[in-house]
């Protein structure tokens, strides 16, 4: 089990800080490239359209990961 103060710590590493910060980066361009296909480019392909919003919010979900999504305390 990992505690609030290892995950803390684990979390202000500046390796873990530059893993998130990419994978942040990442998602945020899955969204300008779903924005630039299905807006700009008008290939509105749903698969590749779902594929890019998932991408995107799993990107997020990870690069703003908090204590309490990993623990079991209520």
Known sequence: ???REMFEEWLANPVT???LAKVKETAE???ALW????W???DADP??????K???EA???LSELKYEDLSNDE
């Open 40 to 42: 700009d480019g008008g």
């Open 29 to 31: 361009a899955n969204k």
């Open 17 to 19: 800080e530059h893993v």
């Open 54 to 56: 998932a991408r995107h």
């Open 1 to 3: 089990m990992i505690d």
């Open 59 to 61: 990107g997020l979900d």
């Open 47 to 52: 698969k590749k359209l779902i594929e890019l």
């Open 35 to 38: 924005i630039s296909l299905s």
